[in-house]
């Protein structure tokens, strides 16, 4: 008998080879990639990690702006479409085949993490944000990208059973920063991305982001 989890990345696997196709085509990488360097910043030697890379749609852009850029996703197929998809743009991009609830990073180590739809899939949130939080530098940042306004529920890629369990799986942008804030982020911001092309599901996209504190230690 399958795992729990063996359920959810048979799934995945199984959206790779056409995943792209059936999601991206209508999405301006341009306009993306401008607001991805709008947020995260000038300084192009920031680590910019991609959470649930997928087939590596804003690691990809990232590499391109010119920051350093990684990517993780637990889904075998999906990072190896997500590689064949770097090196046909000839990018140096790292990609990890990994469980976002135990990052293979140290502590502290990276500038900013970006995730594109996939909030939703967060099983436990408190657990999982922190874990985020762990590896971001004092002063990082996260920039999670969401649909805005949908105008019916998402479709179901799981069992009954398992979608029991998804405490985020019809959140709105107010609940997914509301998530970041348990989990330990500050200054969290909800920004309505009406320059990107929504979906017939949603209006628009959305951004919510945080950051993680810094703390001054004094004498």
Same mark, same amino acid.
């Given at each position: 008998? $399958?795992?729990?989890? @063996? /359920?959810?990345?048979?799934?995945?696997?199984?959206? %790779?080879?056409?995943?792209?196709?059936?999601?991206?085509?209508?999405?301006?990488?341009?306009?993306?990639?401008?607001?991805?360097? $709008?947020?995260?910043? %000038?300084?192009?030697?920031?680590?910019?990690?991609? #959470?649930?890379?997928?087939?590596?749609? +804003?690691? *990809? +852009?990232?590499? $391109?702006?010119?920051?350093?850029?990684?990517?993780?996703?637990?889904?075998?197929?999906? /990072?190896? *479409?997500?590689?064949?998809?770097?090196?046909?743009?000839? +990018?140096?991009?790292?990609?990890?085949?990994?469980?976002?609830?135990?990052?293979?990073?140290?502590?502290?180590?990276?500038?900013?993490?970006?995730?594109?739809?996939? #909030?939703?899939?967060?099983?436990?949130?408190?657990?999982?944000?922190? $874990?985020?939080?762990?590896?971001?530098?004092?002063?990082?940042?996260?920039?999670?990208?969401?649909?805005?306004?949908?105008? @019916?529920?998402?479709?179901?890629?799981?069992? /009954?059973?398992?979608?029991?369990?998804?405490?985020?799986?019809? %959140?709105?942008?107010?609940?997914?920063?509301?998530?970041?804030? %348990?989990?330990?982020?500050?200054?969290?911001?909800? #920004?309505?991305?009406?320059?990107?092309?929504?979906?017939? +599901?949603?209006?628009?996209?959305?951004?919510?982001?945080?950051?993680?504190?810094?703390?001054?230690?004094?004498?």
């Amino acid at each position: 008998m $399958e795992t729990f989890d @063996e /359920v959810i990345k048979a799934v995945w696997n199984q959206h %790779a080879t056409h995943y792209d196709e059936k999601h991206n085509p209508l999405e301006d990488q341009a306009v993306w990639k401008t607001i991805l360097v $709008e947020q995260i910043g %000038a300084d192009k030697n920031q680590t910019v990690l991609d #959470m649930g890379t997928g087939t590596g749609f +804003l690691a *990809q +852009l990232a590499a $391109e702006a010119g920051y350093r850029s990684m990517g993780i996703d637990f889904a075998e197929k999906m /990072v190896a *479409q997500a590689r064949k998809n770097a090196q046909a743009k000839n +990018l140096d991009i790292e990609y990890l085949v990994g469980d976002w609830n135990q990052l293979p990073f140290d502590n502290n180590s990276i500038d900013v993490i970006v995730n594109r739809l996939i #909030m939703w899939a967060v099983f436990l949130p408190e657990k999982t944000l922190k $874990e985020w939080h762990r590896v971001l530098k004092p002063g990082g940042r996260i920039l999670c990208f969401c649909p805005e306004n949908t105008k @019916e529920k998402l479709p179901r890629h799981y069992d /009954v059973e398992i979608e029991k369990k998804l405490p985020l799986r019809d %959140a709105s942008p107010r609940q997914f920063g509301e998530a970041l804030t %348990a989990s330990g982020y500050q200054r969290i911001e909800i #920004m309505a991305l009406p320059q990107l092309n929504g979906d017939k +599901l949603f209006d628009c996209w959305a951004l919510i982001k945080g950051e993680k504190e810094i703390i001054v230690v004094t004498n």
